[in-house]
């Protein structure tokens, strides 16, 4: 065997899928593998705590490995585990959640319930799609080259139609990106992402519309740090699509964060409720409240509930949600640290209870330290990634105790998670 050249089991997963082995006690972080796999591989980087490679040779397979539904498995970066069983992905997010609690927030805890998605492929109900040198795909594994699409198992049919037709577009070459959004019904918000301005879409649209386009707009972006800029145009359509959870029905715009997978946050936020206990007379605060579907699922139990959002069409969406479902709820713009400190100081109003349910870098620190020093009675903190979650408990416990942490795998075939954390005060 070459000198540079070294055999190794993988003995894990990073926080992005790929394997793990070691090499004279320092982790090695492969390209690829499942755990179980015996593998030869290649050092690529040398780190002082750690090195990357890359596989050369798998000399034995997992016996936890699975034969991949998808084509574009081996290469393309959207999924992480379609090779692996989805009993042992289960119990490796579990285990991976536990060493978070124990290890970074330094907890004595561990993950009381799994709950595993209803539908482990077609659930995903918003993509965003790479366009480059006239070719439409997804990022590739650990890297920024494209990987041509023509058909994605993990979105419904109806953008799997919708895909096939954005190949055929003349202008092709004038995207940067599309966006495709779905509801419960299969019908579609699509998003075009202009290179150059303005797009004549007169050679698709009757097709798009055939398919249950519902909406289309125009994003003008010129960087690459956000999938989309704020710059929408309509250019055609109702301007939105309806979504449904624990049958309330949501109004979704272009920018309107939505979970992902339906079904699963269905049992999420059942999850989130139960911890929550809501009560008739209970003050709430939702931070982080998007278009507001944690905070109707709680104001329909006769509380009242303030949520919080920094983005403005989702606020707007909130309250017009609010409004076509008859349900009673208050919605404030602005950021989750700064708004919830106004309405403390302005308006004399303290909750008794708080949903946090922030992006993947987790609380901010002004949040977190003012939720230290003004308590409540119970936090439910929602997140989708339990290492700044566990950061985030870490400084929290000095208060408040975690009482119950619940998993629910709201992204099957990929390393991501989300958790549900009970903390109530001392």
Same mark, same amino acid.
């Given at each position: 065997?070459?000198?540079?050249?070294?055999?190794?089991?993988?003995?894990?997963?990073?926080?992005?899928?790929?394997?793990?082995?070691?090499?004279?006690?320092?982790?090695?972080?492969?390209?690829?593998?499942?755990?179980?796999?015996?593998?030869?591989?290649?050092?690529?980087?040398?780190?002082?705590?750690?090195?990357?490679?890359?596989?050369?040779?798998?000399?034995?397979?997992?016996?936890?490995?699975?034969?991949?539904?998808?084509?574009?498995?081996?290469?393309?970066?959207?999924?992480?585990?379609?090779?692996?069983?989805?009993?042992?992905?289960?119990?490796?997010?579990?285990?991976d959640v536990n060493k978070n609690l124990n290890r970074l927030a330094e907890l004595n805890i561990e993950v009381q319930e799994v709950i595993d998605s209803p539908e482990?492929?077609?659930?995903?109900?918003?993509?965003?799609?790479?366009?480059?040198?006239?070719?439409?795909?997804?990022?590739?594994?650990?890297?920024?080259?494209?990987?041509?699409?023509?058909?994605?198992?993990?979105?419904?049919?109806?953008?799997?139609?919708?895909?096939?037709?954005?190949?055929?577009?003349?202008?092709?070459?004038d995207l940067k990106r599309i966006g495709i959004r779905t509801n419960y019904k299969g019908e579609v918000l699509l998003i075009l992402v202009s290179k150059k301005g303005?797009?004549?879409?007169?050679?698709?649209?009757?097709?798009?519309?055939?398919?249950?386009?519902?909406?289309?707009?125009?994003?003008?972006?010129?960087?690459?740090?956000?999938?989309?800029?704020?710059?929408?145009?309509?250019?055609?359509?109702?301007?939105?699509?309806?979504?449904?959870?624990?049958?309330?029905?949501?109004?979704?715009?272009?920018?309107?964060?939505?979970?992902?997978?339906?079904?699963?946050?269905?049992?999420?936020?059942?999850?989130?409720?139960?911890?929550?206990?809501?009560?008739?007379?209970?003050?709430?605060?939702?931070?982080?409240?998007?278009?507001?579907?944690?905070?109707?699922?709680?104001?329909?139990?006769?509380?009242?509930?303030?949520?919080?959002?920094?983005?403005?069409?989702?606020?707007?969406?909130?309250?017009?949600?609010?409004? +076509?479902?008859? %349900?009673?709820?208050?919605?404030? $713009? &602005?950021?989750? !640290?700064?708004?919830?400190?106004? /309405?403390? #100081?302005?308006?004399?109003?303290?909750? +008794?209870?708080? %949903?946090?349910?922030?992006?993947? $870098? &987790?609380?901010? !620190?002004?949040?977190?330290?003012? /939720?230290? #020093?003004?308590?409540?009675?119970?936090?439910?903190?929602?997140?989708?990634?339990?290492?700044?979650?566990?950061?985030?408990?870490?400084?929290?416990?000095?208060?408040?105790?975690?009482?119950?942490?619940?998993?629910?795998?709201?992204?099957?075939?990929?390393?991501?998670?989300?958790?549900?954390?009970?903390?109530?005060?001392?």
């Open positions: 065997m070459e000198e540079n050249k070294f055999i190794g089991e993988i003995l894990d997963f990073d926080f992005k899928g790929l394997g793990m082995t070691k090499l004279n006690g320092k982790p090695v972080f492969l390209d690829a593998g499942v755990i179980g796999d015996k593998v030869e591989f290649i050092v690529t980087k040398n780190k002082k705590n750690f090195s990357k490679g890359k596989i050369t040779n798998t000399i034995k397979k997992s016996k936890d490995r699975v034969e991949s539904p998808c084509p574009y498995f081996k290469e393309c970066g959207g999924c992480d585990f379609l090779n692996y069983s989805d009993e042992k992905e289960l119990k490796w997010k579990e285990k482990k492929i077609k659930y995903r109900n918003n993509m965003q799609f790479q366009v480059r040198d006239g070719k439409i795909g997804l990022f590739a594994k650990n890297s920024k080259e494209i990987i041509p699409i023509k058909n994605c198992i993990m979105q419904r049919d109806s953008a799997n139609e919708v895909l096939r037709i954005m190949w055929k577009y003349k202008k092709l070459k303005k797009l004549e879409i007169k050679d698709i649209l009757s097709d798009l519309i055939d398919l249950g386009v519902r909406s289309i707009y125009i994003n003008y972006n010129k960087e690459d740090r956000t999938h989309y800029s704020r710059e929408f145009e309509k250019i055609f359509g109702d301007g939105s699509i309806e979504e449904e959870l624990l049958g309330i029905k949501y109004k979704i715009s272009p920018e309107s964060f939505f979970q992902i997978n339906r079904l699963a946050t269905e049992e999420l936020y059942k999850k989130a409720i139960e911890y929550l206990n809501p009560k008739e007379d209970d003050k709430i605060y939702d931070l982080y409240c998007g278009v507001g579907s944690i905070s109707l699922s709680v104001a329909r139990r006769e509380c009242d509930v303030t949520g919080i959002e920094i983005v403005d069409s989702a606020v707007d969406d909130a309250r017009e949600n609010a409004e +076509n479902n008859k %349900i009673e709820a208050r919605f404030v $713009k &602005g950021s989750a !640290e700064e708004a919830i400190e106004k /309405l403390w #100081e302005e308006e004399k109003k303290y909750p +008794n209870k708080i %949903i946090v349910d922030p992006p993947r $870098k &987790g609380l901010d !620190e002004k949040l977190v330290n003012f /939720l230290k #020093e003004n308590p409540v009675d119970r936090i439910v903190y929602i997140s989708c990634n339990p290492a700044t979650q566990a950061r985030d408990l870490k400084s929290l416990k000095e208060i408040y105790n975690v009482e119950k942490v619940a998993l629910v795998n709201l992204f099957p075939n990929t390393a991501h998670v989300e958790t549900v954390v009970l903390m109530s005060r001392e």
